[in-house]
């Protein structure tokens, strides 16, 4: 049992280290808080001074401002469905005895170690292109006219792309799930002659829902910051313009970093709110 002069020791031990990622997380979030509410164009004058709370109204007003948070939140809830679904299967079927079983996990899992401007390069050019894209020579070989993805289905190509890169951390996360299973209670529900799929939806599911969580949680946060896929391949063209593409687009391209330290905010306050509520949501299977 941990005494007083050990938890005291503890907490100076950790204390350098908490210091430092607080200094970490708040000089960056001062300095975005002070910028928005300046007019502040580095190669049109530098700091123009104090505007108040102009800048939140601009960026909100903007006619971009909401077709953004739209294109944030299907891009994020497509590729949440498509990795929890898919992951789900894969872990159910690499978790089954097989030749090489090794080796195939390595295989499944390999794709999220790729950087995400070369997987996305990978699916422009080699997959996606409309003339010489492995899609297109499909659609030829079934006498169906080949499609340009990234304009007449951007959204559905980038949320294509993402899963493609997440898919194996959900694989991996729900696997892990899946072998924390006693295999005595699957072994107990065969013998009293339940199927497999009342076996999955009563046993293994349940038994995964604490995972699922993890994967939601933990994919929704970095999702809504997707950004090198965008800029990638559509660079925010063909309705595929999210908040954070359109933070870049202020700060970087229109060189006014005032209004984009205000859509900053703005990123800060979307990311807290879908953070609670996922937490009231499916938070409590942590808790059960």
């Not at 006619?63 to 159910?92: D, H, K, Y």
């Not at 003339?131 to 959204?155: C, D, M, Q, R």
């Not at 980038?158 to 898919?167: C, P």
């Not at 559509?234 to 595929?240: D, P, R």
Request: a positive charge; one cysteine or more; proline letters at 4%.
């Amino acid at each position: 049992m941990a005494t007083q002069h050990s938890r005291s020791a503890a907490r100076l031990m950790m204390a350098p280290a908490v210091v430092l990622l607080m200094g970490w997380m708040l000089v960056p979030l001062t300095m975005t808080l002070w910028f928005s509410f300046r007019r502040y164009l580095p190669l049109r004058g530098g700091d123009l001074g104090w505007t108040g709370f102009d800048n939140y109204v601009r960026f909100v007003s903007s006619s971009s401002f909401w077709p953004s948070i739209q294109a944030t939140l299907i891009i994020v809830g497509g590729v949440l469905a498509i990795t929890v679904c898919f992951g789900v299967l894969l872990a159910l079927l690499l978790d089954q005895p097989m030749w090489g079983q090794g080796i195939v996990r390595i295989l499944v899992i390999a794709p999220f170690f790729v950087m995400p401007t070369v997987s996305a390069l990978v699916w422009k050019n080699m997959f996606m292109d409309p003339v010489n894209g492995l899609f297109a020579h499909l659609f030829k070989f079934f006498g169906a006219t080949p499609i340009s993805w990234l304009s007449e289905a951007s959204l559905a190509s980038i949320i294509m792309i993402v899963s493609w890169q997440w898919l194996p951390f959900a694989t991996l996360i729900l696997l892990t799930a899946i072998q924390s299973l006693d295999s005595e209670q699957l072994e107990a529900a065969e013998m009293d002659g339940a199927p497999a799929i009342k076996r999955f939806w009563f046993i293994i599911l349940p038994h995964m829902s604490r995972a699922i969580t993890v994967v939601i949680l933990i994919q929704t946060i970095f999702l809504l910051s997707i950004f090198a896929e965008i800029f990638v391949t559509t660079q925010g063209s063909f309705g595929t313009r999210t908040l954070t593409y359109l933070i870049f687009q202020r700060v970087l391209e229109s060189q006014n970093v005032g209004l984009g330290s205000a859509g900053g905010v703005y990123a800060i306050i979307l990311a807290n709110i879908v953070a609670l509520f996922l937490m009231r949501i499916v938070g409590k299977n942590l808790d059960a």
